[in-house]
């Protein structure tokens, strides 16, 4: 096989800083569904990166898994060096791809590890095989993914159940079980967030968070599982975007080298690729410049930067800084051999297709098609049948549930019962409509549906029999863990009125904690951490005596420990 790659040492200064950059766009075809026009690259500007700037990657956040094999398809074409393309897919592809298969979030698999260890490795394993498998089949070959963070803060609103556990030897567990099984495919796998981002209760997103344990801590508790995953090889690792004095009392994990070489490079032995988390993320932009920031990253031992604000004006700022001697130009060309490696790791994989215009050894371009038929679409690795059980057994043996259970219906009376959903936000709720399980099912029971966000002026009717549904988890942006004041007041009614007929929450652990302890004993309660159809079906299934899985739980399997 001729090599996939060109020599990189023949490339100018401007395309070896060129390939350190990764970009983002929308998964979307056309650039009037663009969602977030200050982030995401319209089709021209794009393609003006990937043609002429020659950038080293591409990040993709919505549309259909359809549409993004399309895309991922088209930019390949388009580059001249084969791209890196990356998504952060924690939870599955259909976390951010409508049509492939959306996973409960990491830490329902520490649930299950609670109660039996080496299932979860098992599942764990799973995941990681099959999100890789359909990554790769929608032309994804970098996985943003696992969160190897240890949440010990239930406050953290930016981590929370993207991790695995509270426990550092649980989380090394089962994210060493996800990366083999994700790198068992022709992918990159990706630990984030170094050093550490679990003991926080800033979101990084906004501000800059601060972690003011000593280095012993460190080590016994947010470095573990790096170390974990670097025995495992995994191929790339994602800085924080916070402050730790105990290692850099100056700059940020992102920005230091204390951290990044000394520590992440040297002492822990590291080889793979550095990758920033996004250098939009305000920790970083409030106190660094759009150029800035850049080669402060680089020049702190990163090999790939994440989502400039400035692609164009970056490759510049980095080109000048090693033309004035700031920075080594061999300190370029160790990060340049790194992608390289991952390139041809991911391109020459076992069945790997090579789309693009790949170079051959002599350093002429060509297509690998161009002797053989064009690739055609094959969409088949998406939602395969052993894909969606693995994504019921994983939501039936994390589900929790107390009281009387079954519900039991009351006999009508006068008005229907009422089904009430409160989630933080019905415009950022695709996995809720008329014909998801929440709604529909208690409709077909009788039910009367109500849906109340954090933006509704409550008007309740407590003199209602009510099933209480509520959508809480913590995500990125929301400056909070995720439980809603709205959720509290809902439930404070229901129970002074004495008209609270069951509970179902989807997604925090936490929340749950401290809803269960203010319900009577008998009031029906069951909890998932998923949100999505699948996960309504399976808990409302259990709540009204409908199929139940073997594997449901007590009402103390819905945590970590």
Not at 267 to 290: N, P, R, S
Request: aromatic share 6%; glycine share 8%; net charge negative.
């Amino acid at each position: 096989m001729q090599p996939l790659l060109p020599d990189w040492q023949q490339l100018s200064l401007e395309q070896q800083v060129a390939q350190l950059f990764v970009v983002r766009t929308s998964g979307y075809l056309f650039d009037h569904q663009i969602r977030y026009p200050q982030w995401e690259a319209r089709q021209a500007t794009l393609k003006h990166w990937v043609e002429d700037l020659g950038v080293g990657g591409v990040i993709f956040l919505g549309g259909s898994a359809a549409e993004l094999a399309t895309k991922t398809a088209q930019l390949q074409e388009w580059a001249e060096i084969p791209l890196l393309m990356a998504a952060d897919i924690e939870e599955g592809v259909g976390q951010r791809f409508e049509g492939a298969t959306w996973m409960p979030p990491p830490m329902a698999l520490g649930a299950i590890a609670a109660i039996d260890l080496e299932r979860a490795k098992a599942l764990a394993f799973k995941l990681g095989e099959t999100t890789a498998i359909e990554a790769h089949a929608v032309g994804v070959n970098w996985l943003l993914a696992p969160v190897v963070d240890v949440n010990n803060n239930p406050a953290n609103p930016v981590i929370n159940v993207r991790a695995f556990s509270e426990l550092p030897d649980r989380v090394s567990s089962l994210i060493s079980a996800f990366i083999q099984g994700a790198q068992s495919q022709p992918v990159l796998a990706t630990a984030k967030h170094f050093p550490g981002h679990g003991d926080t209760a800033t979101d990084s997103h906004l501000e800059l968070p601060v972690i003011p344990h000593d280095r012993e801590r460190l080590d016994s508790v947010e470095l573990a599982p790096f170390k974990q995953a670097i025995a495992d090889k995994v191929a790339s690792i994602m800085t924080a975007h916070l402050l730790l004095p105990a290692l850099d009392s100056d700059k940020p994990a992102t920005l230091s080298k204390p951290i990044l070489t000394a520590l992440l490079r040297e002492e822990m032995g590291y080889e793979g690729l550095i990758v920033t988390d996004a250098l939009v993320m305000q920790a970083i932009t409030k106190q660094y410049g759009e150029y800035e920031a850049p080669v402060l990253a680089f020049e702190a031992g990163a090999d790939v930067l994440l989502m400039p604000m400035d692609p164009e004006g970056a490759i510049s700022a980095i080109c000048e800084a090693i033309r004035t001697g700031r920075i080594a130009r061999d300190r370029l060309e160790q990060s340049v051999e790194r992608i390289w490696r991952a390139k041809q790791r991911v391109s020459q994989g076992p069945g790997t297709p090579c789309f693009g215009k790949a170079l051959t050894g002599d350093g002429v371009a060509g297509h690998g098609w161009e002797t053989e038929l064009p690739p055609v679409l094959d969409l088949n690795g998406l939602a395969r049948p052993e894909t969606r059980q693995l994504l019921n057994n994983v939501l039936q043996e994390s589900q929790a549930v107390q009281g009387q259970v079954p519900l039991q219906l009351a006999t009508p009376t006068g008005s229907a019962p009422l089904n009430m959903v409160v989630v933080d936000s019905l415009l950022d709720a695709p996995f809720l409509g008329r014909h998801t399980p929440a709604i529909a099912l208690p409709n077909s029971l009788g039910y009367e549906s109500h849906w109340v966000d954090n933006q509704s002026h409550l008007r309740l009717r407590t003199e209602q029999p009510t099933l209480l549904q509520l959508f809480i988890r913590g995500n990125p942006f929301r400056g909070s863990a995720g439980l809603t004041q709205t959720a509290q007041i809902c439930l404070d009614q229901l129970l002074s009125n004495h008209c609270l007929q069951g509970l179902v929450l989807y997604g925090s652990p936490y929340a749950w904690r401290t809803f269960i302890s203010q319900l009577p004993v008998e009031v029906p309660a069951v909890f998932s951490y998923g949100q999505m159809p699948e996960a309504q079906a399976i808990a409302l299934g259990s709540l009204f005596g409908q199929r139940v899985g073997a594997n449901d739980r007590s009402a103390n399997a819905g945590f970590t420990d």
